[in-house]
C-alpha cells in the first residue's frame, strides 16, 4: 500500500512502532484493500427563495465559475430545475445575439433537467424490477434490458454524463470542469412524491458511488411554493442559499414561508437541505473597507441598520425552527452577532459591469477590464470595479466550504 512519504519516517522508526502505529497503519492497509477514496459528491447547494428577481441565477453563474476555477480537480454540475432556463441561457453564451438563447434551443433535444429526472425515475424502477426476480415478466425484460445496457457501459445504469453539457465548448468564458444540465427544455413533469425520492436516491448514489469528484450547484423558480423541479432539488442537495434583497417585508412574506415550507418537508423526510447562507444581494457600497456587517464592504449606514434588523430576525427564525439551518442557532444574545456572520453575507450591487456579464455570458473571473464590445452596447469595464466584485463573489464560493457553527 501507499505511505505518505511525509509520515513515513514517523511511523516506521522503532521508538514510535507502538500497537497504535500498527492499528493505523493496519486501517491504512484496509482502506487501501477496500479501495476506499475521497467523496465522489463533494458537497451540494441549491440556491432557492419564493421571491422572483432577487438574484439566484445571476449570483449562480457568476458562483459556479468562480468555484471551479479556484476547484480545477473538481466537476462542477449546474443543475437548472427552472421553467425558462436563464441560467442555461447565461452559461451558454449571455444575450448577446442571443447566443444562450439558441445554444439552449439546440441541446435541449438531447439533455435537459426533464430528460435527466426521468431516466432516474425509469432506471429506480428497473433495478427495483431487476432485484424481485421472475423470467417471464414484463419486470423481469425491463430488468435484462437495463442489465444488457449496464453490461455494454459498465458502473451505474444512470450515467450523469449522457445528460450533462460541457459548457466551454459553447462558452469559451467558463472554465472547462463545469457541466450544465439544461432547463428551460419546455414544459415541467409532475411527479409524484414517492416518485420524487426514487429520482433523488438514485441521482445521489450515482453521484456518490461514481468516478470523479463532483460539487453540484441547482437553480430553482422564485414560486410562491415549491414546485416538484424544486422540491427534487431541496431533497438532492445539502444545503441551501437563500439570496434576497434587504428589504424587510420581502423576507416576511417570501423569505420566512419558505423557510416554513422547508421545514416542513424536512420534517416529513421529504427535503434535505438546510439554510447555511442568507445572501444580502445588490447592497450599495459607501467604502470598499471592511464594516459590522461585512468583510468587504461598507454599505450606507441606514442600509447597515437594515441588515443589522435582519440578521436578528434570521436569528429568531432559526431558535423557532431546529434543525432547518446549517449552523447552529444562537444560544443567547451573545452569540446572536456571531451566528450572523456564519449564516448572511452581503453581496454589493453588480452595475453596468453585471450588465455586460450577462449580455456577454463572461464570468467576473473571467472577465478583463477595458473595452466590451460585440454587443448592443460598448461597455467599459473598470479593473478596481471589476477586482472588487469578483473578490465578492469568491467570497461567496469559499463559503459554501464553510464549517458549521457552533457544532
Known amino acids: 500500500f501507499f505511505l505518505p512519504p511525509s509520515l513515513a519516517p514517523v511511523l516506521m522508526s522503532p521508538a514510535h512502532l507502538t500497537k497504535w502505529t500498527a492499528v493505523l497503519l493496519a486501517a491504512l492497509v484496509l482502506l487501501q484493500t477496500a479501495g476506499i477514496t475521497s467523496a465522489a459528491l463533494v458537497s451540494s447547494h441549491v440556491f432557492s427563495n419564493h421571491k422572483g428577481g432577487c438574484g439566484k441565477t445571476t449570483l449562480l453563474f457568476h458562483t459556479c465559475a468562480e468555484y471551479a476555477m479556484r476547484h480545477p480537480?473538481?466537476?462542477?454540475?449546474?443543475?437548472?430545475?427552472?421553467?425558462?432556463?436563464?441560467?442555461?441561457?447565461?452559461?451558454?453564451?449571455?444575450?448577446?445575439?442571443?447566443?444562450?438563447?439558441?445554444?439552449l434551443r439546440a441541446v435541449s433535444h438531447l439533455r435537459s433537467t426533464t430528460k435527466l429526472l426521468m431516466q432516474a425515475a425509469a432506471v429506480h424502477a428497473a433495478e427495483g424490477m431487476s432485484s424481485e426476480g421472475g423470467s417471464s415478466s414484463i419486470k423481469s425484460i425491463v430488468a435484462k434490458m437495463f442489465a444488457k445496457e449496464k453490461g455494454a457501459r459498465g458502473g451505474s445504469l444512470l450515467d450523469l454524463e449522457d445528460h450533462l453539457v460541457k459548457v466551454q465548448e459553447f462558452n469559451k468564458g467558463i472554465p472547462e470542469n463545469v457541466y450544465l444540465c439544461p432547463g428551460g427544455s419546455g414544459p415541467q413533469t409532475s411527479f409524484p412524491q414517492q416518485q420524487q425520492a426514487d429520482i433523488v436516491d438514485t441521482i445521489r448514489k450515482c453521484l456518490e458511488d461514481g468516478p470523479g469528484k463532483w460539487k453540484v450547484l441547482c437553480d430553482t423558480d422564485g414560486?410562491?411554493?415549491?414546485?416538484?423541479?424544486?422540491?427534487?432539488?431541496?431533497?438532492l442537495c445539502d444545503n441551501c442559499i437563500i439570496p434576497l434583497k434587504t428589504n424587510v417585508n420581502d423576507f416576511s412574506n417570501r423569505c420566512i414561508p419558505m423557510l416554513e415550507e422547508l421545514f416542513q418537508q424536512r420534517q416529513q423526510g421529504q427535503a434535505r437541505s438546510r439554510v447555511q447562507l442568507i445572501v444580502w444581494n445588490e447592497i450599495d457600497v459607501y467604502k470598499n473597507t471592511a464594516s459590522p456587517v461585512s468583510g468587504l464592504i461598507t454599505p450606507p449606514k441606514a442600509a447597515q441598520g437594515v441588515i443589522g434588523m435582519l440578521n436578528s430576525l434570521v436569528a429568531e427564525v432559526a431558535s423557532n425552527y431546529p434543525d432547518l439551518f446549517y449552523n447552529r442557532a444562537p444560544a443567547d444574545r451573545a452569540e446572536m452577532q456571531d451566528f450572523g456572520k456564519a449564516t448572511t453575507m452581503c453581496m454589493r450591487l453588480y452595475g453596468v459591469t453585471g450588465m455586460a456579464a450577462a449580455e456577454h455570458g463572461i464570468p467576473f473571473c473571467s472577465m478583463q477590464p477595458g473595452t466590451l464590445s460585440g454587443g448592443r452596447i460598448s461597455y467599459e469595464i473598470s479593473a478596481d470595479m471589476l477586482t472588487q466584485l469578483s473578490n465578492n463573489v469568491a467570497e461567496l464560493s469559499d463559503r459554501l466550504n464553510d464549517p458549521p457553527f457552533g457544532v
Open 223 to 235: 414560486d410562491q411554493g415549491f414546485s416538484d423541479y424544486t422540491k427534487i432539488a431541496h431533497a
Open 73 to 103: 480537480d473538481e466537476k462542477v454540475m449546474v443543475i437548472d430545475t427552472t421553467l425558462r432556463g436563464d441560467l442555461s441561457e447565461l452559461l451558454l453564451g449571455g444575450d448577446k445575439g442571443v447566443a444562450g438563447k439558441t445554444a
